[in-house]
T-cell receptor, first 115, second 109 residues
């Protein structure tokens, strides 16, 4: 049971470098999300997508970009990495809008350090 | 955007103690209240609450929602060291989820 899979799990970036965090889910969920979690803090929504070809900004989108070309994949791109982007990144997915609420499923997380 | 507040932010107890974790939320387009356990990796699902006054139980854990007071609690009885984790409360509003900062529970032997 794969669920939500993220890669890489750990990465060290130099300031100004770019990279893409990959995320794929095999549950046929329409909704996908990227969160970041700073030490001792809650989850902050970066971007989300309600279906292939549709993305929207969350609470902290600056410095990031996303795309959703397929239902399964939702990569997160960091352009010009900055130390403030040092964080743990979680990709997540959930079923479509339903009357009684949905459960959100998380990937294992990607630990990113920018030095 | 909805806001979720959790208390306490940190709690240290001894094995066998009972703990109550609190979560309050604002409602804009509330659909459900979620509890997750996080142990240095991805949050794992505990409960989803949508109706007031109906307790959900899973072993030593239980949770209940008060939609009038916009409040939920998570109870853990007879705590064990394996319960040590951060417990996240989340609000599913519209098509999004917002999470509180979490309560860090440490259970000492």
């Amino acid at each position: 049971n794969a669920g939500v899979t993220q890669t890489p799990k750990f990465r060290i970036l130099k300031i100004g470098q770019s990279m893409t965090l990959q995320c794929t889910q095999d549950m046929n969920h329409n909704y996908m999300y990227w969160y970041r979690q700073d030490p001792g803090m809650g989850l902050k929504l970066i971007y989300y997508s309600v279906g292939a070809g549709i993305t929207d900004k969350g609470e902290v989108p600056n410095g990031y970009n996303v795309s959703r070309s397929t239902t399964e994949d939702f990569p997160l791109r960091l352009e010009l990495a900055a130390p403030s982007q040092t964080s743990v990144y979680f990709c997540a997915s959930s079923t479509s809008f339903g009357s009684s609420g949905n459960t959100i499923y998380f990937g294992e997380g990607s630990w990113l350090t920018v030095v | 955007e909805d806001k979720v507040v959790q208390s306490p932010l940190s709690l240290v107890v001894h094995e066998g103690d009972t703990v109550t974790l609190n979560c309050s939320y604002e409602v804009t387009n509330f659909r459900s209240l979620l509890w997750y356990k996080q142990e240095k990796k991805a949050p794992t699902f505990l409960f989803m609450l949508t109706s007031s006054g109906i307790e959900k139980k899973s072993g030593r854990l239980s949770s209940i929602l008060d939609k009038k007071e916009l409040f939920s609690i998570l109870n853990i009885t007879a705590t064990q060291t394996g319960d040590s984790a951060v417990y996240l409360c989340g609000d599913n509003y519209g098509q999004n989820f917002v999470f509180g900062p979490g309560t860090r529970l440490s259970v000492l032997p």
